[in-house]
Protein backbone atom coordinates (compact mmCIF):
# COMPACT_ATOMS: atom_id res chain seq x y z
CA UNK A 1 0.00 0.00 0.00
CA UNK A 2 1.16 3.71 -0.62
CA UNK A 3 2.30 6.02 1.76
CA UNK A 4 -0.38 9.14 1.80
CA UNK A 5 1.11 12.47 2.67
CA UNK A 6 -0.36 16.00 2.41
CA UNK A 7 0.74 19.51 2.12
CA UNK A 8 -1.95 21.68 2.75
CA UNK A 9 -0.60 25.28 1.48
CA UNK A 10 1.79 26.68 -1.27
CA UNK A 11 2.16 30.10 -2.68
CA UNK A 12 3.47 28.97 -6.38
CA UNK A 13 4.11 25.15 -7.40
CA UNK A 14 6.04 24.89 -10.16
CA UNK A 15 5.49 22.01 -12.73
CA UNK A 16 9.06 21.14 -14.22
CA UNK A 17 12.38 21.52 -12.62
CA UNK A 18 14.52 22.46 -15.70
CA UNK A 19 16.48 25.53 -16.13
CA UNK A 20 13.47 27.96 -16.34
CA UNK A 21 11.37 26.22 -13.67
CA UNK A 22 14.51 26.13 -11.06
CA UNK A 23 15.51 30.19 -11.95
CA UNK A 24 11.42 30.82 -10.94
CA UNK A 25 11.45 28.99 -7.91
CA UNK A 26 14.91 30.60 -6.34
CA UNK A 27 13.63 34.25 -7.32
CA UNK A 28 10.20 33.30 -5.21
CA UNK A 29 11.73 31.61 -2.19
CA UNK A 30 14.48 34.51 -2.08
CA UNK A 31 10.98 36.31 -1.70
CA UNK A 32 10.34 34.25 1.04
CA UNK A 33 7.55 33.07 -1.13
CA UNK A 34 6.58 29.08 -0.23
CA UNK A 35 7.46 27.50 -3.18
CA UNK A 36 7.16 23.33 -4.24
CA UNK A 37 8.86 22.53 -7.43
CA UNK A 38 7.08 18.93 -9.24
CA UNK A 39 9.78 17.48 -11.26
CA UNK A 40 9.15 14.37 -13.42
CA UNK A 41 13.10 13.01 -13.62
CA UNK A 42 15.93 12.53 -10.93
CA UNK A 43 18.35 14.71 -13.13
CA UNK A 44 20.33 10.98 -13.76
CA UNK A 45 20.10 11.06 -17.18
CA UNK A 46 22.35 12.59 -19.55
CA UNK A 47 20.90 15.72 -21.43
CA UNK A 48 21.48 17.73 -24.84
CA UNK A 49 24.22 19.80 -24.19
CA UNK A 50 24.09 23.42 -25.23
CA UNK A 51 26.29 26.54 -25.70
CA UNK A 52 25.50 29.50 -23.37
CA UNK A 53 26.55 32.76 -24.37
CA UNK A 54 28.55 35.64 -22.13
CA UNK A 55 25.04 37.66 -21.28
CA UNK A 56 24.11 34.90 -19.01
CA UNK A 57 26.78 35.63 -16.57
CA UNK A 58 24.79 38.42 -14.90
CA UNK A 59 21.33 36.02 -14.64
CA UNK A 60 23.87 33.79 -13.19
CA UNK A 61 24.79 36.05 -10.74
CA UNK A 62 21.86 37.14 -10.09
CA UNK A 63 20.57 34.15 -9.26
CA UNK A 64 23.61 33.37 -6.74
CA UNK A 65 24.93 30.36 -8.59
CA UNK A 66 27.95 32.12 -10.62
CA UNK A 67 30.34 30.40 -8.22
CA UNK A 68 29.10 26.94 -8.37
CA UNK A 69 28.59 27.32 -11.99
CA UNK A 70 32.49 27.94 -12.30
CA UNK A 71 33.33 24.97 -10.20
CA UNK A 72 31.53 22.68 -12.44
CA UNK A 73 34.24 22.57 -14.93
CA UNK A 74 32.09 23.41 -17.97
CA UNK A 75 34.08 24.10 -21.30
CA UNK A 76 34.91 27.61 -22.15
CA UNK A 77 33.98 28.81 -25.39
CA UNK A 78 35.35 31.76 -27.35
CA UNK A 79 33.28 32.26 -29.74
CA UNK A 80 31.39 30.83 -32.60
CA UNK A 81 32.61 29.95 -36.39
CA UNK A 82 29.95 30.09 -39.61
CA UNK A 83 29.75 29.37 -42.96
CA UNK A 84 26.40 31.45 -43.60
CA UNK A 85 25.92 33.12 -46.80
CA UNK A 86 29.11 32.46 -48.16
CA UNK A 87 31.90 29.49 -48.69
CA UNK A 88 34.21 31.14 -46.15
CA UNK A 89 34.57 30.45 -42.41
CA UNK A 90 33.58 33.56 -40.33
CA UNK A 91 34.44 34.08 -36.81
CA UNK A 92 32.55 35.88 -33.80
CA UNK A 93 35.33 36.19 -31.01
CA UNK A 94 33.55 37.17 -27.30
CA UNK A 95 37.04 38.61 -26.97
CA UNK A 96 35.18 41.70 -27.56
CA UNK A 97 32.36 41.02 -25.33
CA UNK A 98 31.51 42.56 -21.77
CA UNK A 99 30.62 39.68 -20.18
CA UNK A 100 33.84 37.61 -21.36
CA UNK A 101 33.71 34.10 -22.60
CA UNK A 102 30.70 31.44 -23.11
CA UNK A 103 30.15 27.85 -21.95
CA UNK A 104 29.73 24.54 -23.57
CA UNK A 105 27.61 22.99 -20.92
CA UNK A 106 27.29 19.77 -19.42
CA UNK A 107 23.30 19.98 -18.96
CA UNK A 108 23.11 17.30 -16.41
CA UNK A 109 25.79 19.37 -14.30
CA UNK A 110 24.50 22.55 -14.87
CA UNK A 111 20.78 21.35 -14.47
CA UNK A 112 21.20 19.87 -11.09
CA UNK A 113 23.18 22.30 -9.94
CA UNK A 114 20.14 25.46 -10.49
CA UNK A 115 18.17 22.52 -8.71
CA UNK A 116 20.74 22.16 -5.47
CA UNK A 117 20.83 25.97 -5.50
CA UNK A 118 16.31 25.86 -5.60
CA UNK A 119 16.42 23.72 -2.60
CA UNK A 120 19.04 25.84 -0.69
CA UNK A 121 17.17 28.72 -1.23
CA UNK A 122 13.78 27.20 0.60
CA UNK A 123 11.79 25.81 -2.21
CA UNK A 124 10.17 22.61 -1.75
CA UNK A 125 11.39 19.99 -4.64
CA UNK A 126 10.02 16.49 -5.61
CA UNK A 127 12.00 14.20 -8.38
CA UNK A 128 10.81 11.59 -9.90
CA UNK A 129 7.13 13.14 -9.64
CA UNK A 130 4.16 12.82 -11.77
CA UNK A 131 1.19 15.42 -11.49
CA UNK A 132 -2.23 13.26 -11.66
CA UNK A 133 -5.01 16.86 -11.53
CA UNK A 134 -4.38 20.45 -11.26
CA UNK A 135 -8.43 21.44 -9.92
CA UNK A 136 -9.31 25.46 -9.79
CA UNK A 137 -10.56 26.02 -6.77
CA UNK A 138 -13.00 29.14 -5.63
CA UNK A 139 -11.06 31.77 -4.09
CA UNK A 140 -8.31 31.65 -7.17
CA UNK A 141 -6.47 28.81 -5.74
CA UNK A 142 -5.57 25.10 -7.34
CA UNK A 143 -5.52 21.68 -5.83
CA UNK A 144 -3.00 19.49 -7.51
CA UNK A 145 -2.26 16.05 -6.58
CA UNK A 146 1.04 14.35 -7.62
CA UNK A 147 2.92 11.09 -7.21
CA UNK A 148 6.85 10.86 -6.35
CA UNK A 149 9.16 8.92 -5.34
CA UNK A 150 10.37 4.80 -7.13
CA UNK A 151 7.67 2.40 -8.85
CA UNK A 152 7.90 0.09 -5.73
CA UNK A 153 6.69 2.63 -3.39
CA UNK A 154 4.82 5.57 -4.56
CA UNK A 155 3.88 8.38 -2.47
CA UNK A 156 0.85 10.49 -2.98
CA UNK A 157 0.88 13.98 -2.40
CA UNK A 158 -1.85 16.39 -2.76
CA UNK A 159 -1.58 20.33 -1.99
CA UNK A 160 -2.95 23.77 -2.30
CA UNK A 161 -1.33 26.10 -4.28
CA UNK A 162 -2.28 29.82 -5.27
CA UNK A 163 -0.43 30.22 -8.31
CA UNK A 164 0.87 27.67 -10.55
CA UNK A 165 4.03 28.02 -13.23
CA UNK A 166 4.06 25.74 -16.00
CA UNK A 167 7.77 24.83 -16.48
CA UNK A 168 6.73 21.79 -18.42
CA UNK A 169 8.76 22.65 -21.82
CA UNK A 170 7.33 22.20 -25.53
CA UNK A 171 4.60 20.30 -24.20
CA UNK A 172 2.85 23.07 -22.25
CA UNK A 173 0.94 20.61 -20.25
CA UNK A 174 -0.52 23.09 -17.60
CA UNK A 175 -0.98 25.87 -20.34
CA UNK A 176 -2.88 23.35 -22.37
CA UNK A 177 -5.22 21.95 -19.92
CA UNK A 178 -6.46 25.65 -19.07
CA UNK A 179 -7.06 25.91 -23.08
CA UNK A 180 -4.02 27.64 -24.40
CA UNK A 181 -2.91 26.54 -28.02
CA UNK A 182 0.71 26.26 -29.65
CA UNK A 183 1.54 28.24 -32.32
CA UNK A 184 4.07 26.85 -34.76
CA UNK A 185 6.30 28.77 -37.23
CA UNK A 186 8.01 25.96 -38.62
CA UNK A 187 8.71 22.56 -38.35
CA UNK A 188 12.32 22.53 -37.54
CA UNK A 189 14.15 19.58 -36.37
CA UNK A 190 17.48 18.23 -35.11
CA UNK A 191 19.13 15.27 -35.56
CA UNK A 192 21.48 14.86 -33.06
CA UNK A 193 24.49 12.89 -31.93
CA UNK A 194 26.98 13.23 -28.92
CA UNK A 195 30.55 11.69 -30.31
CA UNK A 196 33.52 10.42 -28.20
CA UNK A 197 36.91 11.92 -29.39
CA UNK A 198 38.78 8.42 -30.42
CA UNK A 199 42.05 7.39 -28.25
CA UNK A 200 44.99 9.28 -29.86
CA UNK A 201 45.14 12.86 -28.18
CA UNK A 202 46.54 13.99 -31.40
CA UNK A 203 43.47 13.16 -33.17
CA UNK A 204 41.55 15.33 -31.19
CA UNK A 205 42.93 18.84 -31.11
CA UNK A 206 41.85 21.32 -28.48
CA UNK A 207 42.81 24.78 -29.29
CA UNK A 208 40.80 27.76 -29.07
CA UNK A 209 39.71 27.45 -32.85
CA UNK A 210 38.43 23.86 -31.78
CA UNK A 211 36.31 25.22 -28.82
CA UNK A 212 33.95 27.64 -30.85
CA UNK A 213 30.58 26.66 -31.80
CA UNK A 214 30.95 25.87 -35.44
CA UNK A 215 27.63 26.88 -37.26
CA UNK A 216 27.44 25.55 -41.40
CA UNK A 217 24.58 25.87 -43.50
CA UNK A 218 24.33 23.35 -46.38
CA UNK A 219 21.69 22.48 -49.58
CA UNK A 220 18.58 21.17 -46.94
CA UNK A 221 19.59 22.66 -43.71
CA UNK A 222 22.48 23.46 -41.24
CA UNK A 223 24.48 21.98 -38.48
CA UNK A 224 25.23 22.97 -35.33
CA UNK A 225 28.34 21.19 -33.35
CA UNK A 226 30.00 22.02 -30.16
CA UNK A 227 32.51 20.41 -27.89
CA UNK A 228 31.70 18.98 -24.62
CA UNK A 229 32.96 18.25 -21.20
CA UNK A 230 35.13 15.02 -21.14
CA UNK A 231 36.34 15.26 -24.59
CA UNK A 232 32.81 14.52 -26.56
CA UNK A 233 31.32 16.84 -29.27
CA UNK A 234 27.88 17.31 -29.91
CA UNK A 235 26.61 17.58 -33.63
CA UNK A 236 23.64 18.27 -34.90
CA UNK A 237 21.65 18.16 -38.11
CA UNK A 238 18.91 20.60 -38.18
CA UNK A 239 16.28 20.42 -41.29
CA UNK A 240 12.39 20.58 -41.68
CA UNK A 241 10.40 17.21 -39.93
CA UNK A 242 9.25 16.37 -43.29
CA UNK A 243 12.33 16.31 -45.41
CA UNK A 244 13.82 14.10 -43.02
CA UNK A 245 13.91 10.12 -42.95
CA UNK A 246 10.76 8.93 -41.74
CA UNK A 247 12.55 5.38 -40.45
CA UNK A 248 14.47 5.27 -37.38
CA UNK A 249 16.62 2.67 -39.06
CA UNK A 250 17.49 5.35 -41.57
CA UNK A 251 18.58 8.18 -39.52
CA UNK A 252 21.97 7.08 -39.60
CA UNK A 253 22.58 7.03 -43.08
CA UNK A 254 20.69 10.04 -43.73
CA UNK A 255 23.00 11.94 -41.00
CA UNK A 256 26.24 10.95 -43.01
CA UNK A 257 24.91 11.30 -46.29
CA UNK A 258 24.18 15.02 -45.20
CA UNK A 259 27.42 15.68 -43.22
CA UNK A 260 28.93 14.93 -46.56
CA UNK A 261 27.24 18.47 -48.00
CA UNK A 262 29.89 20.25 -45.23
CA UNK A 263 33.16 21.11 -45.06
CA UNK A 264 34.18 22.41 -42.24
CA UNK A 265 31.83 19.99 -40.51
CA UNK A 266 33.15 17.05 -41.84
CA UNK A 267 36.93 18.22 -40.92
CA UNK A 268 35.76 18.69 -37.26
CA UNK A 269 34.22 15.40 -36.71
CA UNK A 270 37.25 13.14 -38.02
CA UNK A 271 38.71 12.82 -34.93
CA UNK A 272 35.17 11.57 -32.82
CA UNK A 273 32.94 8.74 -33.31
CA UNK A 274 29.17 8.07 -33.09
CA UNK A 275 28.02 6.46 -29.62
CA UNK A 276 24.74 6.01 -30.89
CA UNK A 277 22.21 6.74 -33.81
CA UNK A 278 21.54 9.85 -34.06
CA UNK A 279 18.15 10.56 -32.54
CA UNK A 280 15.34 13.28 -33.34
CA UNK A 281 14.61 16.64 -31.06
CA UNK A 282 12.15 19.38 -31.69
CA UNK A 283 13.72 22.26 -32.68
CA UNK A 284 10.99 24.61 -34.27
CA UNK A 285 9.98 27.88 -33.13
CA UNK A 286 6.94 28.55 -31.34
CA UNK A 287 4.84 30.09 -29.08
CA UNK A 288 1.33 29.97 -26.61
CA UNK A 289 -0.62 32.35 -27.70
CA UNK A 290 -1.35 33.26 -23.78
CA UNK A 291 1.44 32.69 -21.78
CA UNK A 292 -0.63 33.89 -18.61
CA UNK A 293 -3.88 32.99 -17.65
CA UNK A 294 -6.31 33.19 -14.31
CA UNK A 295 -3.67 31.93 -11.25
CA UNK A 296 -0.93 30.49 -13.90
CA UNK A 297 1.87 31.59 -15.91
CA UNK A 298 4.23 29.76 -18.43
CA UNK A 299 7.52 29.83 -18.94
CA UNK A 300 10.85 28.81 -20.61
CA UNK A 301 9.90 26.51 -23.79
CA UNK A 302 6.54 26.00 -22.35
CA UNK A 303 5.65 29.95 -22.94
CA UNK A 304 7.85 30.03 -26.04
CA UNK A 305 10.52 27.93 -27.68
CA UNK A 306 13.41 29.28 -30.04
CA UNK A 307 15.41 28.34 -33.15
CA UNK A 308 18.83 27.09 -32.20
CA UNK A 309 20.14 28.87 -34.68
CA UNK A 310 19.58 31.99 -31.74
CA UNK A 311 21.37 30.71 -29.03
CA UNK A 312 18.64 31.72 -26.95
CA UNK A 313 17.32 28.75 -25.44
CA UNK A 314 18.89 28.83 -21.97
CA UNK A 315 19.65 32.07 -21.67
CA UNK A 316 15.44 32.58 -21.91
CA UNK A 317 14.82 29.99 -19.88
CA UNK A 318 16.43 31.80 -17.01
CA UNK A 319 14.97 35.45 -18.13
CA UNK A 320 11.89 34.09 -18.34
CA UNK A 321 11.46 32.28 -14.97
CA UNK A 322 13.25 34.97 -13.11
CA UNK A 323 11.20 37.85 -14.62
CA UNK A 324 8.04 35.31 -13.89
CA UNK A 325 9.31 34.91 -10.13
CA UNK A 326 9.50 38.44 -10.11
CA UNK A 327 5.81 39.40 -11.90
CA UNK A 328 4.28 36.45 -8.98
CA UNK A 329 6.10 38.43 -6.20
CA UNK A 330 4.82 41.76 -7.70
CA UNK A 331 1.20 40.04 -7.44
CA UNK A 332 1.79 38.80 -4.00
CA UNK A 333 2.19 42.55 -3.45
CA UNK A 334 -0.79 43.57 -4.58
CA UNK A 335 0.27 44.47 -8.27
CA UNK A 336 -2.44 43.72 -10.30
CA UNK A 337 -1.10 44.22 -13.56
CA UNK A 338 1.84 42.21 -13.36
CA UNK A 339 1.25 39.11 -14.70
CA UNK A 340 -0.30 41.67 -17.31
CA UNK A 341 2.52 42.95 -18.23
CA UNK A 342 4.53 39.51 -18.22
CA UNK A 343 2.12 39.04 -20.74
CA UNK A 344 3.35 41.74 -23.16
CA UNK A 345 7.12 41.59 -22.48
CA UNK A 346 7.01 37.87 -23.53
CA UNK A 347 4.95 39.22 -26.93
CA UNK A 348 8.17 41.62 -27.37
CA UNK A 349 10.50 38.99 -27.16
CA UNK A 350 8.58 36.94 -29.31
CA UNK A 351 8.25 39.68 -31.92
CA UNK A 352 12.14 40.63 -31.65
CA UNK A 353 13.68 36.92 -31.50
CA UNK A 354 11.19 36.45 -35.00
CA UNK A 355 12.70 39.38 -36.54
CA UNK A 356 16.02 38.54 -36.19
CA UNK A 357 15.65 35.18 -37.01
CA UNK A 358 14.00 36.09 -40.21
CA UNK A 359 17.15 38.53 -41.21
CA UNK A 360 19.71 35.99 -40.27
CA UNK A 361 18.03 33.26 -42.61
CA UNK A 362 17.45 35.42 -45.36
CA UNK A 363 21.19 36.02 -45.49
CA UNK A 364 22.02 32.32 -46.82
CA UNK A 365 20.97 32.90 -51.32
CA UNK A 366 23.40 30.35 -51.89
CA UNK A 367 20.15 27.45 -52.62
CA UNK A 368 17.66 29.21 -53.63
CA UNK A 369 15.76 26.14 -55.05
CA UNK A 370 15.72 24.20 -52.31
CA UNK A 371 12.58 23.52 -50.24
CA UNK A 372 14.06 24.24 -46.64
CA UNK A 373 15.90 27.70 -47.77
CA UNK A 374 12.32 28.65 -49.85
CA UNK A 375 10.24 28.04 -46.49
CA UNK A 376 12.59 30.58 -44.65
CA UNK A 377 13.15 33.04 -47.39
CA UNK A 378 9.34 33.53 -47.72
CA UNK A 379 9.33 34.11 -43.84
CA UNK A 380 12.43 36.83 -44.33
CA UNK A 381 10.42 38.35 -47.02
Excluded at 100 to 106: E, K, M, R
Excluded at 132 to 157: I, K
Excluded at 332 to 348: K, R, S, T, V
Excluded at 349 to 372: I, K
Aim: proline share 4%; glycine share 8%; with cysteine.
Amino acid sequence: MSARLTWPECDVTILGGGPAGTAAAITLARAGRSVVVIEKSHYEQARIGETLPPAARPLLVGLAVWEPFLAAGHLPSPGVLSVWGEDELYETHFIFNPYGQGWHLDRQRFDTMLAQAARQAGARLYCGAQVTSCLPLAGDRWQVAFTSGVTSSRRQHQLRATFLIDATGRAAVLARWQGANRLNADRLVGLASVLAARARESDCPENECDSCTLVEACADGWWYSAFLPGRRLMAVYMTDADLLRRHRGAWHAFWQTRLQQTIHTQLRLRAFDLQAVPGVVAANSSRLDCVSGRGWLAVGDAAMAFDPLSSQGLIHALASGIRAGEALNGRFAGDLAAMCQYDIEANDVFREYSRLRAMYYGREQRWPHSVFWQRRHRVAA
